[in-house]
């Protein structure tokens, strides 16, 4: 966990905060609930084999939930894109399912009892978790036996000790006989450690997790299949401007499935017209209070629920809606920074705070 900062979100959910990039990986709102609304209500399924890509996948809270959410009788590829393999390997054990009592505290003064948080009935379920750790040591191995964090006494609160039991029970009896193909003897420990035939579906293989440690740019180069669904989750457009470049988000619409979708947290102007400019129909996520909470792509324009109002496509074309690029995906943060500040100076359009005064006239 070095670098890493955990923390319990506004839900309960377990958040990070990174050190490297000085930012939050979760909002303090819930990370679990941020998950679930932005970027799996907004999903319309009709199939039943589907595709995903995860950028960003970091504790994985996006596929997770969706896989709790649509996963069962259906077949799912997730694609996980992260630069960091230890998160990955952290994914699984992060608690999620608090109970009712973790959302309250004693108040000091007057013992009475008072809400931490928004309380949401969202979860997942330990065999999400499992399927994960199942997948996880068919990529990595004996690698992922080495998961030293897991002992470490500060971090114990953040992780789900259920999971924990599973994990050391898999890796014992169970992930070499499921390498050797030797089922009749894994589930026969698997049914007497735990008396259930619950864990049948380790064995099947509708549900596929592939993991990629690199660079996003870089792995969207060689990526081929036709996604339906992809969450864009990386950290904001000023920490992070590589993942938002015109030509990232270009390779991402290459990957899109027809009537496939992309889902972000991001609001911004910037993000926005960057997806309009690489060919999406762009929309917004929006919530059951009736709040923007993100934004929805798609080569198909069915799938857009809430357009975007006049003004707000005008807002798009003022100075703030100028894309970064990144010819060759390999600019490093800084020169793509200061390339879109040259194009700023240089640009005719209006700026954004001049389009607010003019109540949405762009000039
Ligand atoms: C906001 S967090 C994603 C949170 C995540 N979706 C979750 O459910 O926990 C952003 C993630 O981007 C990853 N990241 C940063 N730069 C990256 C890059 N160039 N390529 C791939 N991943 C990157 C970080 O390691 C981090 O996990």
Not at 225 to 254: G, H, M
Not at 301 to 329: C, F, M, Q, V, W
Request: proline share 2%; charged share 30%.
């Amino acid at each position: 966990m070095d670098g890493f900062k955990p923390y319990i979100t506004g839900d309960g959910s377990v958040g990070l905060y990174s050190d490297e990039f000085n930012d939050i990986y979760h909002s303090g709102y819930g990370a679990l609930s941020e998950a679930y609304e932005k970027f799996v209500f907004p999903v319309e399924i009709k199939k039943d084999n589907l595709n995903v890509l995860d950028v960003c996948f970091g504790l994985g809270y996006n596929s997770k939930a969706f896989l709790n959410y649509y996963g069962k009788n259906k077949k799912i590829n997730f694609d996980c894109l992260d630069i960091n393999k230890n998160l990955f390997f952290l994914s699984p054990f992060i608690k999620t399912n608090h109970k009712l009592k973790d959302y309250f505290r004693k108040d000091k003064n007057d013992s009475k009892y008072v809400r931490l948080g928004k309380y949401k009935k969202y979860k997942i379920e330990d065999w999400v978790n499992q399927i994960l750790i199942k997948n996880l040591y068919q990529e990595f191995g004996d690698d992922f036996l080495v998961k030293n964090f897991l002992g470490e006494k500060k971090f114990r609160p953040f992780f789900e000790p259920r999971i924990i039991k599973f994990d050391k029970f898999y890796q014992k009896r169970g992930y070499k006989t499921t390498k050797t193909q030797n089922k009749p003897v894994f589930l026969h420990n698997i049914y007497y450690q735990y008396l259930s035939k619950r864990y049948k579906y380790l064995f099947s293989n509708d549900i596929k997790f592939n993991f990629y440690i690199d660079d996003a740019r870089k792995t969207v180069k060689t990526l081929d299949k036709e996604y339906d669904v992809i969450f864009l989750d990386a950290f904001t457009t000023s920490k992070c401007p590589q993942l938002w470049s015109l030509d990232f988000i270009k390779e991402l619409y290459r990957l899109t499935a027809p009537e496939g979708v992309l889902l972000t947290y991001s609001n911004s102007v910037l993000v926005r017209n960057t997806m309009i400019e690489s060919g999406y129909f762009t929309g917004k996520i929006i919530n059951e209070d009736n709040k923007q909470i993100g934004t929805i792509c798609s080569k198909s324009k069915s799938k857009i629920k809430y357009h975007l109002d006049d003004y707000e496509t005008g807002l798009l074309k003022t100075r703030a809606g100028i894309p970064y690029r990144d010819e060759n995906l390999s600019q490093t943060s800084s020169v793509i920074f200061h390339n879109r500040e040259l194009e700023v100076e240089n640009s005719n359009l209006i700026s954004s705070s001049r389009y607010i005064k003019n109540k949405g006239v762009l000039k």
